[in-house]
């Protein structure tokens, strides 16, 4: 039995965006990387509708969870010292 590979969100950007390029049919690019083509499929789909988030009011004004946590961290430091 095999195991299932796990995709890092570069790489699935990356083969995205070459499909979206257009350069490359489906078929190749899920070829090229030995991937079934629907999952080509659902890796564009879950592009394309992420994408309009990147557009959305406020957008870059939105912290990064890791820096949410790290405020909430200091501030809990914060009271512990008083």
Known sequence: MTTRRKFTSKFKTKV????????????????????????????????????EEVFEKGGRNKKDPADEEKDQLLKTIGKLKV
């Open 16 to 51: 995205v965006l070459e499909l979206l390029k257009e350069r490359s049919s489906l078929a190749e690019l899920a070829q090229k990387y030995e991937l079934a083509p629907q999952q080509l499929s659902n890796w564009k789909r879950e592009f394309l509708n992420g994408a």
